[in-house]
């Protein structure tokens, strides 16, 4: 990292932590690990994009039903190819539907779920869009929205939490 970058974020951390917050802000790689303990019994790896707002899960077979007017989602994490795949269908409640414009300007409806995370270690809620990423290298992407107040991400590092 270069120097000046490095004090300047130490700076920061230092004022922050002057103003009295009870938050640590951790300074994390471009790839790290995710366990999202609801939906996978493995911990997933995740590219950290501070570009995009919303943070991603990739998964298929979506299928959108009711239970006491309340809409949830049915879904497959990962895909059948994937190491750690296990054909284990998921079911959570709908937090929202949104308009999402991914990387390549297209926008799509995707459903947003909250789940519980450990990431870095540290437990925390997380919205998820779910979506079929399987183009992509990575099967989350962790966003900003997750991301603000929490972390600052060192581009030069990776997997700094293991």
């Known amino acids: 990292m270069h120097t000046s970058l490095k004090h300047l974020i130490l700076s920061l951390i230092k004022k922050i932590e002057k103003l009295g917050t009870s938050r640590e802000i951790r300074v994390i790689g471009r790839l790290e690990k995710i ?85 870095c270690g540290e437990k925390n809620k997380i919205q998820l869009s779910l979506s079929n990423r399987s183009d992509m290298k990575f099967p989350v992407l962790i966003g900003r929205r997750f991301l603000s107040g929490k972390y600052i991400v060192d581009v030069s590092k990776k997997f700094l939490y293991k």
């Open 35 to 119: 366990l999202l303990p609801s939906l996978s019994k493995f911990t997933l790896d995740a590219k950290i994009d501070t570009g995009a707002y919303t943070s991603s899960l990739h998964c298929h077979n979506l299928e959108l039903f009711k239970v006491k007017d309340r809409q949830w989602v049915k879904f497959y994490v990962l895909d059948p190819s994937h190491p750690e795949y296990d054909d284990t269908p998921f079911e959570s409640p709908v937090y929202k539907i949104k308009n999402i414009r991914s990387s390549n300007g297209i926008i799509s409806e995707r459903v947003i779920i909250k789940q519980n995370v450990l990431f």
